[in-house]
C-alpha cells in the first residue's frame, strides 16, 4: 500500500488520500483558470515597466491572494451544498464513471460537513481581510470598484450557501458577472479609471466560467433536476439547451466583433480573437454532434487559457504602440 495516497483515519478506517489532500480538492486549487484575471488586468498596466511601483506590485498581488481565498470559499460552500441536497452525489455516484469521486471529498467521504463549512468561513474571512488591506494600499480606489469589490465578495458566499443565488436562476448571470468583477476590479484599483476596452476583456474572460458551467451543467440534468436546481440544462429541453449555448458561443465571438466595429476595441481585436473562437466551435462540436459533453467540458478550459493569452497579448500590443 502507498502510504502517500493512502492514511489511517483516528477510528482505524483506511483513508484514500491525506486530509490536506482531501483539503485541495475540496479548494479546487488544481482548477486556477479563474485566477488568469489578474493577469489581464496587470498586463492593461504594466507598461511601461518605469511607471511600475510597490503600492500597483502589492495591489494586484492582494487581490489575487483574496481573490484565491474568496473563490476557494465558494466552491467549498458549493460542495456542501450539493452534497447536502443529494445533486453530488447523483451526479458522482457509481452510475456516473465518468466523473472522479475523489474531486468532491464530501461524496467520496474523506471530509466531514462540517469541516467543509469551517474550511469555507475561514477562507472566506481571511479572504475579506486581503481584499479590506488591498483596498486600503490601492494607489487609487474610485467608488465604481469598491461597490464591485464588494459585492463580488458578498455575491460569491451566497452563489450556492446562503441565498443560493444558483439555486434561483442565476447561476449563468453570476458566471459572467464573476468573471468580469475579477479583470475590472483590479484594473481600476491600480488604474484609477474606467475603460470600456478592459470592461470587453472582462467579458470576453467571465465567459470562460460559463462556459465551464453551461457543459458542466449539461452532463449534470438529472442531479439538478432531482434537487430543482434551475440551470438552463434543466429547464429546457436538449435541443433548447444546445441552442442556448449555440447562442452563447456565437454571442462570445459577437462581443469581440461588436467592441471592435464601434471603437470599443482596436478594429484587429475581433482578428486576434479567432483561434479562441474556432476553439469554441470545436467544443461546441464535440459536444453537441460528437455527443462528447465531458471532452467539451474539458476542452473549454484550454480555450478559456488561448483567450487569456490572447488578451494579454491585445494589451502588450497597445501598449507598445500596435497596429494602427
Known sequence: MNTETRRASPTGEVRPESKLRSYARLAKLDVYDYYLSI??????????????????????????IGEVLVTVALVAF????????????KNYGPDNPLRKKLRKPLVAGTLEPREAERFGWIAALLGAAVWAGTLAIAPASPVWTVAVTGVLYVLALQYSYGLKLSYRGLQEIFLVWLGLSMVIAPYGLVSGQFSWFVFVQGLLFGF????????????????????????????????????????????????????????????????????????????????FRVGDIMRARKLGFKVHRVSVGLLIVANLLIALGGPA
Open 39 to 64: 493577469f489581464v488586468a496587470a498586463s492593461a498596466v504594466v507598461l511601461p515597466l518605469g511607471a511600475l511601483d510597490a503600492r500597483t506590485v502589492l495591489t494586484l498581488l492582494g487581490f489575487l
Open 78 to 89: 458549493d460542495d456542501l451544498t450539493g452534497f447536502r441536497d443529494g445533486s453530488d452525489i
Open 208 to 287: 470562460g466560467p460559463l462556459m465551464f458551467g453551461v457543459y458542466s451543467n449539461s452532463n449534470d440534468v438529472e442531479g439538478d433536476r432531482l434537487v430543482n436546481r434551475p440551470t438552463v440544462a434543466a429547464l429546457v429541453s436538449e435541443r433548447g439547451n444546445t441552442i442556448f449555448i449555440g447562442a452563447l458561443s456565437f454571442a462570445e465571438f459577437a462581443i469581440g466583433a461588436l467592441a471592435s466595429a464601434l471603437g470599443a476595441a482596436p478594429w484587429w481585436f475581433v482578428l486576434l480573437m479567432l483561434p479562441a473562437t474556432a476553439l469554441r466551435a470545436r467544443q461546441y462540436y464535440l459536444g
